[in-house]
C-alpha cells in the first residue's frame, strides 16, 4: 500500500474499481484511488451485489459531515463494511454503535477515566513495555519494527482493563484476526466468516470469565467501571459490557501500532527523522502529522436517515455512506501539500481518531503511548535502517505495516540500560 504521491487520476479506471477488496490495501495503491474519486467522483456509488451496495465519500468536508452530524447519519446499523447490510448485534448496547443522546449517556463515565490526568497514571507502565518491545534492537541485527509495535498497544489496554500479562499476546491475534480476517497469514480454516466468528467467539468468551470474576472484586479499572456503570436508571446487562470490552481492545489494536510504523516507513532514511528528533519542540505536531499520514482507521460507515443531496448525488434514507479516513486526510482542500509529511504542519485538523460524537474515547491514551514511543527512539538510537520488504495488512478497515525489518542503533550511552532490561 503506497503513502506517497499518487499517480495522476486521469490514469485510474474507477469502474473497475472495488473498495471492499482487502488486498487492495494489502497489496495495491488506494491512495491512488482516492486522489482520483476527490477529484472526479467525490460521491460515489458502488455496487456490491444484486441487492447491496454503498455510497463512498473522500473529501474532508463530507467525510466530517458523515462521522460529525448523528441526526443525518446513524452508526446503529454497523460501522465497518463486513456489516453492510446486516444489523448490528451491538446497537444500542456498545459505545460505538449507539446515537446520541443513549451514546452520550454511556461514553461520558469513560472519558473521565481516561483524561489525560488519569491516563497519566500509566506512563511507567507502557514506558516499560515500550523499552521490552524495542530490546530487540540491542544486538544490532534487524528485527520486526512493525510485530513489536502490534504488541504496544496492551501496554495501556491491558493494563487499563485490568488483563492478566500473559493473556496480552493472544488477544493482540485475535483482535487483528478481527480487523483483517482476510488476511493469508491470520485467515483461520473456513475463510473470512469462519475467522471473524472464531475470534469473535473466544474474545467474547475470555471477557465473560474475566466479567466473572472481576464481579466479585472490583477495583479501579475500565472493566470495574463498566460493571458499575449506569444508564437511564439500569445497570449494563452482561451482553452489553461484553460488547464494550470487545470495543476498547479493538480500538486501541486498530490506532496506535500502524502510526509508527507508518510514518518510520516514509522518514527513515531521510534528513526530516534527523530534523524532527533534533528538536523536542516538534514532537506534539510531529506525533499529530504521523497521526494523519497513517490513518490507520480505513473507514467508518453510517446510514443516512433521511434523504440528502452531497455534492449533487442524491443520498435516500436507509443507504450505507462511507467515509474513507485514509483520503479525506490527504484532501488538497483540507491540508497544504497532502502528500508531504510535515513534521511543522499546524493546523491539523486530521480526522485519525474519527469526529463528533465518536471522536476516539482513548485518543489521550493513543497520543500518551505514541508521544513516550518517539521520545525512546529519538533519545536512545542514533540510527534506523530499513532492512527487508514492508507488508501491509490485507484489511478494508485498517491501513496497517504487519512487517518492517529494521535495525536500529543504539546510542552509547544506551545500551547498558538495554542491555539490563534484555536480561
Known amino acids: 500500500m503506497r503513502l506517497n504521491q499518487p499517480v495522476p487520476p486521469e490514469d485510474i479506471d474507477l469502474e473497475a474499481v472495488d473498495l471492499t477488496d482487502s488486498t487492495l490495501y494489502g497489496a495495491g495503491d488506494p491512495h491512488s484511488i482516492w486522489n482520483a474519486m476527490r477529484h472526479r467522483d467525490p460521491v460515489r456509488w458502488q455496487q456490491v451485489d444484486d441487492t447491496l451496495g454503498f455510497w463512498s465519500v473522500t473529501r474532508f468536508e463530507d467525510a466530517d459531515l458523515v462521522l460529525r452530524d448523528h441526526t443525518l447519519f446513524t452508526s446503529q446499523r454497523g460501522t465497518m463494511l463486513f456489516l453492510l447490510g446486516k444489523e448490528d448485534p451491538a446497537r444500542g448496547r456498545q459505545m460505538a454503535a449507539t446515537d446520541p443522546p443513549r451514546h452520550t449517556r454511556m461514553r461520558v463515565p469513560m472519558q473521565r477515566a481516561l483524561t489525560n490526568k488519569q491516563v497519566e497514571k500509566y506512563r511507567d507502565a507502557v514506558t516499560t513495555e515500550v523499552h521490552r518491545l524495542l530490546t530487540p534492537a540491542l544486538g544490532g541485527e534487524p528485527f520486526d519494527f ?26 493482540t491475534q485475535l483482535t487483528t484476526m478481527s480487523i483483517a480476517p482476510e488476511d493469508p497469514e491470520f485467515a483461520g480454516p473456513g475463510g473470512v466468516e469462519a475467522t471473524l466468528q472464531s475470534a469473535h467467539r473466544e474474545l467474547f468468551a475470555y471477557f465473560h470469565d474475566i466479567l466473572r470474576e ?50 518510520m ?132 478497515f485498517v491501513a496497517g505495516i504487519k512487517h518492517m525489518p529494521m535495525v536500529a542503533k543504539l546510542k552509547q550511552e544506551s545500551v547498558k540500560r538495554y542491555a539490563e532490561l534484555a536480561r
Open 214 to 263: 472481576r464481579r466479585d472484586n472490583l477495583g479501579d479499572d475500565l472493566i470495574s467501571l463498566l460493571l458499575g456503570m449506569d444508564i437511564d436508571g439500569r445497570r449494563l446487562e452482561t451482553g452489553a459490557i461484553l460488547s464494550n470490552c470487545y470495543s476498547l481492545i479493538l480500538g486501541a489494536n486498530v490506532t496506535t501500532p500502524f502510526v509508527p510504523t507508518g510514518a
Open 146 to 171: 512493525a510485530e513489536a509495535m502490534m504488541n504496544l498497544p496492551m501496554a495501556t489496554a491491558g493494563t487499563m482493563m485490568g488483563l492478566p500479562r500473559a493473556d496480552w499476546k493472544r488477544l
Open 265 to 396: 516507513a516514509e522518514l527513515v532514511g531521510t534528513p526530516l527523522l534527523d530534523e524532527w528528533r533534533s528538536d523536542p519542540k516538534l514532537l506534539n505536531t510531529g506525533v499529530d502529522e504521523a497521526l494523519r499520514w497513517a490513518s490507520p482507521a480505513n473507514h467508518f460507515m453510517r446510514y443516512a436517515l433521511q434523504d440528502i443531496e452531497l455534492r449533487g448525488k442524491k443520498i435516500r434514507a436507509g443507504d450505507a455512506v462511507v467515509a474513507w479516513l485514509g483520503s479525506a486526510n490527504r484532501d488538497e482542500e483540507a491540508f497544504e501539500n497532502p502528500f508531504t509529511f510535515d513534521i511543522r504542519r499546524k493546523p491539523n485538523r486530521h480526522i485519525a481518531f474519527g469526529s463528533g460524537a465518536h471522536y476516539c474515547v482513548g485518543h489521550t491514551v493513543a497520543r500518551m503511548s505514541l508521544k513516550i514511543l518517539f521520545t525512546e527512539l529519538f533519545e536512545n538510537f542514533e540510527s534506523f535502517e530499513l532492512a527487508g520488504e514492508i507488508e501491509h495488512l490485507h484489511s478494508n
